[in-house]
């Protein structure tokens, strides 16, 4: 089963800070209302020169983050600061009562991020954060795992049962994506075009796949795509991802 989310079809947060797409959000009827599985939150965000990012959690939460283009600059209540650049991926664990404040590190540039929010797999969470470079030509062509439970092939390690997948894809690459029993994935088109199945994605567009064997994606152009690999709910017998 294939749920759809097309790029026309996000609720766009358009503020005089920035601007924000949100894949999920309350619709009447709408099967994406609550997120997908575990992943409770996908947004696209793009700021202009200095401005400040509204879009954070309020409460407790496991974000990965994906600098597009342009420097996010990251400070919060603990005292921690940074800069998270273009082609750099970030995990950040937010516990309860933490203040957190972003801004677009540039004063002429507009920065474009993709955030990834998991449900927490438990509560009182402690709060911690590492970033990391993935270069295009590690997921040139491949899925390359940037944030796995086990921090494999050097990924950020996150607590959730989950994988977190990116790929530079030249025109009329196929890539497969085998899903074990009981998990399920959604897939996210940054830029480009590319056949899920007999489904064309373009920009923008996100797919929510269920109860399937596996994801089969083909590049119709050069394309960059996000894939969250998902366990099953808390307590079923259902496949946990492998080594």
């Given at each position: 089963m294939i749920i759809l989310r097309?790029?026309?079809?996000?609720?766009h947060d358009k503020r005089r800070t920035q601007q924000v797409l949100h894949s999920f959000g309350p619709r009447n009827g709408d099967l994406l209302a609550s997120?997908?599985?575990t992943l409770e939150r996908f947004t696209e965000n793009r700021?202009?020169?200095g401005a400040v990012s509204?879009?954070?959690?309020r409460q407790e939460a496991e974000i990965v983050t994906y600098v597009f283009k342009g420097a996010l600059a990251q400070e919060d209540s603990s005292?921690?600061?940074g800069v998270v650049c273009a082609g750099e991926f970030q995990r950040m664990t937010i516990g309860r009562g933490l203040r957190h404040k972003e801004t677009n590190a540039s004063r002429s540039d507009w920065a474009h991020i993709f955030r990834i929010s998991l449900r927490p797999s438990q509560l009182g969470l402690e709060c911690a954060q590492e970033q990391q470079r993935f270069a295009a030509a590690q997921r040139h062509n491949v899925l390359?795992?940037?944030a796995s439970p086990d921090g494999r092939k050097g990924s950020l390690r996150i607590l959730q049962d989950a994988l977190v997948c990116s790929s530079v894809l030249d025109p009329g690459r196929h890539l497969v994506h085998e899903l074990l029993r009981g998990r399920s994935a959604w897939l996210h088109v940054i830029c480009g075009e590319a056949t899920l199945d007999d489904l064309i994605l373009v920009q923008g567009d996100g797919a929510g796949?269920?109860?399937?064997?596996?994801?089969?994606?083909?590049?119709q152009e050069s394309t960059e795509v996000l894939?969250?690999?998902?366990g099953p709910p808390p307590g079923s017998r259902a496949s946990r991802v492998g080594p």
């Open positions: 097309r790029a026309q079809d996000r609720h997120g997908f599985g700021l202009p020169p509204a879009d954070h959690p005292g921690r600061s390359g795992i940037v796949v269920t109860a399937e064997r596996s994801v089969s994606l083909t590049a894939l969250v690999d998902l």
